[in-house]
């Protein structure tokens, strides 16, 4: 007999290996949960709670009244367990910067090579929010962060655009903390912005890696000043203040 508590990882299995058979594919409905309790041999409270675990990491989404699906949209990594993780291993701030621009340089000139005409509108209508709330700087900071995912997702590798998310992210948690007490130069920002921008735009990958380098070098120095952080100094906090947001 299985434990109680087991029973919803078994659930859960289970619907891993239909995926990775591919006997699931993306957007594809599940059996009923009837089907699962036979199956497997388990509650429906249970199986509800398998179902429950894989739609919380966003393999599943579950949409009441019609069923389980499995997930359609983007790529999007744990990433309240790597943030945990970062905290466990003592990830220093100076890894995680590191890591940013690696990877958003990367993914913005990639998005300079691939980026389709509803890439560049997602793009532009970001930056042109960032000019319209510089005196708003938690609207300002939404802006931010929609510009930066819609960039990655122009790059059209979903792997290197999640990864991206989810490394910046962590950033962008501690400036939404801090946004009442930054006295940051919005407009010239959003101008840095636009210039990312302009080099996806004439389809330059070199320009637009450079620049979002420049970019993340700068922003870096600013959320040092701003956090008093020093490299090497441990991600415990900010990361425990993410994954408490």
Same mark, same amino acid.
């Given at each position: 007999?299985?434990?109680?508590?087991?029973a919803?990882?078994?659930?859960?299995?289970?619907?891993?290996q239909?995926?990775?058979?591919?006997?699931?594919?993306?957007?594809?409905?599940?059996?009923?949960?009837? %089907?699962l309790?036979?199956? =497997? #041999?388990?509650?429906?409270?249970?199986? /509800? $709670?398998?179902?429950?675990?894989?739609? +919380?990491?966003?393999?599943?989404?579950?949409?009441?009244?019609?069923?389980?699906?499995?997930?359609?949209?983007?790529?999007?990594?744990?990433?309240?367990?790597?943030?945990?993780?970062?905290?466990?291993?003592?990830?220093?701030?100076?890894?995680?910067?590191?890591?940013?621009?690696?990877?958003e340089?990367?993914?913005?000139?990639?998005?300079?090579?691939?980026?389709?005409?509803?890439?560049?509108a997602?793009?532009?209508?970001?930056?042109?929010?960032?000019?319209?709330?510089?005196? %708003?700087?938690?609207e300002? =900071? #939404?802006?931010?962060?929609?510009?930066? /995912? $819609?960039?990655?997702?122009?790059?059209? +590798?979903?792997?290197?655009?999640?990864?991206?998310?989810?490394?910046?992210?962590?950033?962008?948690?501690?400036?939404?903390?801090?946004?009442?007490?930054?006295?940051?130069?919005?407009?010239?920002?959003?101008?840095?912005?636009?210039?990312?921008?302009?080099?996806?735009?004439?389809?330059d990958?070199?320009?637009?890696?450079?620049?979002?380098?420049?970019?993340?070098i700068?922003?870096?120095?600013?959320?040092?000043?701003?956090?008093?952080?020093?490299?090497?100094?441990g991600?415990?906090?900010?990361a425990?203040?993410?994954?408490?947001?």
């Open positions: 007999m299985v434990a109680a508590g087991a919803p990882a078994l659930v859960a299995d289970h619907v891993r239909m995926i990775l058979r591919g006997d699931l594919q993306r957007g594809q409905k599940l059996p009923p949960e009837r %089907d309790v036979q199956t =497997l #041999g388990l509650s429906r409270t249970s199986v /509800r $709670a398998g179902l429950q675990l894989l739609a +919380n990491k966003g393999v599943l989404v579950i949409r009441h009244g019609l069923g389980t699906f499995v997930a359609d949209g983007p790529l999007v990594l744990d990433s309240e367990q790597f943030h945990f993780l970062s905290a466990l291993h003592g990830f220093s701030r100076a890894d995680m910067f590191e890591a940013r621009r690696s990877l340089s990367t993914v913005a000139g990639l998005a300079a090579e691939r980026v389709a005409g509803e890439d560049l997602a793009i532009s209508d970001a930056v042109t929010g960032m000019f319209v709330s510089v005196g %708003d700087p938690l300002f =900071l #939404g802006y931010d962060l929609a510009f930066h /995912r $819609a960039v990655a997702a122009a790059s059209k +590798n979903p792997i290197l655009a999640s990864l991206a998310e989810m490394v910046s992210g962590m950033f962008f948690e501690v400036r939404k903390k801090d946004t009442g007490r930054s006295d940051r130069d919005l407009q010239a920002i959003a101008e840095v912005h636009w210039s990312i921008y302009q080099a996806i735009r004439d389809r990958p070199a320009a637009a890696a450079r620049r979002m380098m420049e970019h993340l700068s922003a870096e120095r600013l959320q040092k000043a701003e956090t008093g952080a020093l490299p090497g100094v991600m415990m906090e900010l425990a203040a993410t994954v408490s947001s």
